[in-house]
């Protein structure tokens, strides 16, 4: 039983457009989320997170966005960039973080010059 | 503040063998979680360790194995290796709890012919 699910394996945008990466999740138990960057043979990069008690989360070029009552978030990326080309992954735990970290399969994004 | 350190960084081993994998932690750290990424299946947690004790297991065999020692690095063993071990082994740190932001090394990947 997956938990997060990333349902696009893959998405592909021009330099410049918009991004966006979606997650959803089952466990309503869930409250603290999380997105990570990862480059071929490397590990993945702590990217931004979210608490379930804010619905939005702003970082420079990253947002992330979470509707509890849709059990879903999604990630931002504007203007994207193709240092930007990478795969994303969302993340999820419980109990404020006292929980294990449940991953999502990961979002392959290709950023087109 | 140094990050998350892995080694070796790759290494090719033969069916029935066994093969131990390091993490040393950001200094501090005292969560070190291990997880496996295979293509298709993202980021399957192994176990975590706190304070040399393992607080969690994924769902692997038993020749999956590992250890934390008074300075919070780990090592991860696995026996008996199968070709469907081949893998990227990545290490996380995070301060106390497996939920919170966790830092990932570099990664280990290993080829098991």
């Known amino acids: 039983d997956q938990q997060v699910k990333q349902n696009s394996p893959s998405l592909s945008v021009q330099e410049g457009r918009i991004s966006i990466l979606n997650c959803d999740y089952t466990n309503s138990m869930f409250d603290y989320f999380l997105w990570y960057k990862k480059y071929p043979a490397e590990g993945p990069t702590f990217l931004i997170s979210i608490s379930s008690i804010k619905d939005k989360n702003e970082d420079g070029r990253f947002t992330v966005f979470l509707n509890k009552s849709a059990k879903h978030l999604s990630l931002h990326i504007v203007p994207s960039q193709p240092g930007d080309s990478a795969v994303y992954f969302c993340?999820?735990?419980?109990?404020?973080?006292?929980?294990?970290?449940?991953f999502g399969k990961g979002t392959k994004l290709t950023v087109n010059p | 503040k140094a990050g998350v350190t892995q080694t070796p960084r790759y290494l090719i081993k033969t069916r029935g063998q066994q093969v131990t994998l390091s993490c040393s932690p950001i200094s501090g750290h005292r969560s070190v979680s291990w997880y496996q990424q295979t293509p298709g299946q993202g980021l399957q947690f192994l176990f975590e360790?706190?304070?040399?004790?393992?607080?969690n297991k994924g769902n692997f065999p038993g020749r999956f194995s590992g250890r934390q020692f008074s300075n919070s690095r780990s090592e991860m063993n696995v026996s008996t290796l199968e070709l469907g071990d081949s893998a990227l082994y990545l290490c996380?740190?995070?301060?106390?709890?497996?939920?919170?932001?966790?830092?990932f090394g570099p990664g280990t990947r290993l080829l098991v012919l």
């Open positions: 360790y706190f304070s040399e004790t393992q607080r």
């Open positions: 996380a740190s995070s301060l106390i709890s497996r939920g919170e932001t966790q830092y």
């Open positions: 993340a999820a735990s419980a109990q404020g973080g006292s929980e294990k970290l449940v």
